[in-house]
Nanobody, 118 residues
């Protein structure tokens, strides 16, 4: 059974940083592309960043230069380092696995709340 468990969300002031983690299990972590989505209240879900099994990264323009996606194969964990956070980054952040930036993903985590205050 595939499980994706996010952690690291919380509340931070604008300009601050958070690092999200997504612990994966139940499938071959190294063979799947992974990504981070977010959904703000009243808005559509947005793909924030993705990384292929080979390490190719795609990111939304709104987070380029501020957010960094990475993965640790030994720990089967996906990360999202978020710096210079803005109030508009406030959302529920979801980890996704087995897919790509252009095709979407099959498996989803339960989400973790990130709240950025001014």
């Amino acid at each position: 059974q595939v499980q994706l468990v996010e952690s690291g969300g919380g509340s931070v002031q604008a300009g601050g940083s958070l690092k999200l983690s997504c612990a994966a299990s139940g499938y071959l972590f190294s063979s799947c592309g992974m990504g981070w989505y977010r959904q703000a209240a009243g808005k559509e879900r947005e793909l924030v960043s993705s990384i292929t099994s080979g390490g190719t990264i795609e990111s939304a323009d709104s987070v380029k230069g501020r957010f960094t996606i990475s993965r640790d194969f030994a720990k089967a964990t996906l990360y999202l380092q978020m710096n210079s956070l803005k109030t508009e980054d406030t959302a529920v952040y979801y980890c996704a696995a087995c897919g790509s930036w252009y095709r979407g993903f099959i498996y989803w985590g339960q989400g973790t709340q990130v709240t950025v205050s001014s």
